[in-house]
Structures are given as C-alpha cells and as structure tokens.
C-alpha cells in the first residue's frame, strides 16, 4: 500500500497548482481520500477530502471556492486544484486515504490510515 503524493513547487500569489496523489498496490474506488496540509511550527490541518462514492467532499473554510478536489478512477488517482494561491497556504501538503464506504468523507487526521509522503508547497513572490 503506497501513496504518492506530488506536484508541489514555488508559484506566485494568486498562481494555480495542482497536486496529485496516486495509489499503488490498491485500489481508491472503496476509500475516502484527504488532503492535508502542514506549515511550519503548525499542526496538521484538514484541507479538502472526498468519500468513495465522490458525493461527499469537504473544504477547509480557509480554502472554500480556491480549490477543488476530485478523483480520476481510472488512474486511481486524487487531485487538489488549488487556485488563488496565497502565501498563507505555503505548506507541506499530504494525502491520505482509509477504506471507507460511507457517503461522507471527515477533516481530521485520525480518520486516515495511510498517508502519503508530503509535496512542499511555497507561495512567495
């Protein structure tokens, strides 16, 4: 079971990324999927998740209308669109996914039970 999480680097404010987060040795299709994210000298934070059957997704209010998160099946692959990027969003940012058929998906870390290694993300102009 392994996550990668990828497609951090340093953009400008009010640039776009978007990060991805692919699975191997599993599938996506039965589990909840979060993104995280964690500044320095902060705790880690829920950003964005989406539940198995893609009906439920949530974001963190801090990121409401920037970013988007979605799921690609077929490449068993998540991804956070993240728009709008502001220097307090600098980051490191984490996947992590749990087998999860519920209709809702949940913001906070002990929800999870893979997680990913993290993409560094630097809004800085």
């Known amino acids: 079971v392994q996550l990668q999480a990828s497609g951090g680097g340093l953009v400008q404010p009010g640039g776009s990324l978007r990060l991805s987060c692919a699975a191997s040795?599993?599938?996506?299709?039965?589990?909840?999927i979060g993104w995280f994210r964690q500044a320095p000298g902060k705790e880690r934070e829920g950003v964005s998740c989406?539940?198995?059957?893609?009906?439920?997704?949530l974001y963190a209010d801090s990121v409401k209308g920037r970013f988007t998160i979605s799921r690609d099946k077929s490449k068993n692959t998540v991804y956070l669109q993240m728009n709008s990027l502001k220097p307090e969003d600098t980051a490191v940012y984490y996947c992590?996914?749990?087998?999860?058929?519920?209709?809702?998906?949940?913001?906070?870390?002990?929800?999870?039970?893979?997680w990913g290694q993290g993409t560094l993300v630097t809004v800085s102009s």
């Open positions: 040795g599993f599938t996506l299709d039965y589990n909840a």
């Open positions: 989406i539940s198995s059957s893609d009906v439920g997704i």
């Open positions: 992590a996914t749990v087998l999860d058929l519920r209709q809702s998906c949940f913001l906070g870390t002990s929800n999870y039970e893979y």
